[in-house]
Nanobody, 122 residues
Framework: HVQLVESGGGSVQAGGSLTLSCAAS????????LGWFRQGPEKEREGVAC???????NYADSVKGRFTISQDYDKNTIYLQMNNLNPEDTAMYYC?????????????????WGQGTQVTVS
C-alpha cells in the first residue's frame, strides 16, 4: 500500500539549513514519482521539488539553487536539503507520490500525501 512518512522539520533562523526525509513503502517507492510540496500560511499548496521519470529532477523557481532533492534507493527514501532558508520558506512540507513532475510541479487527483512536517524560518 502507499505509505509516506516525513521527518526533519523544525525551526531555524534565516540563512540556516534543514534536511527533510520521506520514507516510502517499497510499494510506493517503486511505482510512483516522488517529491515535495509545501503550503505556507494563507497560501495555496505548491510543488517544490521532485524526482520524475528516469530520475529527472525538477525544482520550483523559488527554490532553485537553494534546495536539493535526492534519494537513497536502498532505504526507499527521498530527501530535501534546504539551504539559505528565508521566512518565505515557512510552510508545512508534504512528501507526495503520483503527481506531475515537470517544469510545473503539479498535484493530481490521484496524488498521495504524507502527514506533513512543519518548517518555520524566522
Amino acid at each position: 500500500h502507499v505509505q509516506l512518512v516525513e521527518s526533519g522539520g523544525g525551526s531555524v533562523q534565516a540563512g540556516g539549513s534543514l534536511t527533510l526525509s520521506c520514507a516510502a513503502s517499497a510499494y510506493t517507492y517503486t511505482r510512483y514519482i516522488l517529491g515535495w510540496f509545501r503550503q505556507g500560511p494563507e497560501k495555496e499548496r505548491e510543488g517544490v521539488a521532485c524526482i520524475g521519470v528516469y530520475d529527472a529532477i525538477n525544482y520550483a523557481d523559488s527554490v532553485k539553487g537553494r534546495f536539493t532533492i535526492s534519494q537513497d534507493y536502498d532505504k526507499n527514501t527521498i530527501y530535501l536539503q534546504m539551504n539559505n532558508l528565508n521566512p518565505e520558506d515557512t510552510a508545512m512540507y508534504y512528501c507526495a507520490a503520483d503527481f506531475y513532475c515537470d517544469k510545473q510541479i503539479r498535484e493530481a487527483d490521484s496524488t498521495y500525501w504524507g502527514q506533513g512536517t512543519q518548517v518555520t524560518v524566522s
